[in-house]
């Protein structure tokens, strides 16, 4: 089966400053990678996914992920934050050999302050 | 509008009283999986269903039972719940293989006294 690990429980940083989100994955067969953010009391929602292909993926909300293989990580990015940005973001994995289940990270709060 | 619904959306309950928590999609999804959130543990699947009537236990199974009858049902069932099934639950469905990312519910906050 397939692991996260998101190396960071919280991430603090201040208003218009770049952010990066980091979570390395293990896996012994090609898996599919996601970001989620969850807002206070929401579920939930889909950020950007990796497939195949391009190793640079887009999201919503001004987010971008770089699949690396070879450092068996996929860390989120955003070259300006904003406020409406605090909340849980979540990395998982998904993978054949788990009926493509998703596995989660523990999770990141990312706390945008002025 | 595409969606997964759970009901309710709070429920509090005593220990040892059987509860049903309802999970519905409208996308003709074959994938269906139940998550547990609580603190510090990030999300954690219980159970999955890859198709009707074809269901598997996922990392955290123990005191929870499910049932997949029709495609876009996944009822979650404890059967006699206890106190450590506090917690958020999520109901997710994806097609495909799951290559659209999963959609999830909105969440059922379960507390058990």
């Known amino acids: 089966a397939q692991s996260v690990t998101q190396l960071d429980s919280q991430v603090p940083v201040f208003e218009e400053a770049p952010v990066e989100l980091r979570c390395n994955y293990s896996s012994s067969v090609s898996v599919y990678l996601f970001w989620y953010v969850q807002y206070p009391n929401q579920g939930l929602q889909l950020l950007l996914k990796y497939l195949s292909g391009s190793t640079l993926v887009k999201g919503i909300n001004g987010f971008e992920a770089e699949f690396n293989k070879s450092q068996t990580s996929f860390h989120l990015r955003k070259p300006s934050v904003h406020i409406s940005d605090t909340a849980e973001y979540f990395c998982a994995v998904s993978g054949s050999n788990s009926g493509y289940a998703l596995n989660f990270g523990k999770g990141t709060s990312l706390l945008v302050t002025p | 509008e595409a969606q997964v619904t759970q009901n309710p959306r709070y429920l509090i309950t005593v220990t040892g009283k059987k509860l049903t928590v309802t999970c519905s999609q409208n996308?003709?999804?074959?994938?269906m999986s139940w998550y547990r959130q609580d603190p510090g543990l990030g999300l954690r699947q219980i159970y999955y269903?890859?198709?009707?009537?074809?269901?598997d236990k996922g990392d955290v199974p123990e005191g929870y039972k499910v049932s997949r009858k029709e495609k876009r049902n996944f009822p979650l069932i404890l059967e006699s719940p206890s106190p450590n099934q506090t917690s958020l639950y999520f109901c997710?469905?994806?097609?495909?293989?799951?290559?659209?990312?999963?959609?999830f519910g909105s969440g059922t906050r379960l507390t058990v006294v």
């Open positions: 997710a469905s994806t097609s495909r293989r799951g290559v659209e990312g999963y959609t």
């Open positions: 269903s890859m198709n009707v009537e074809v269901t």
């Open positions: 996308m003709n999804h074959e994938y």
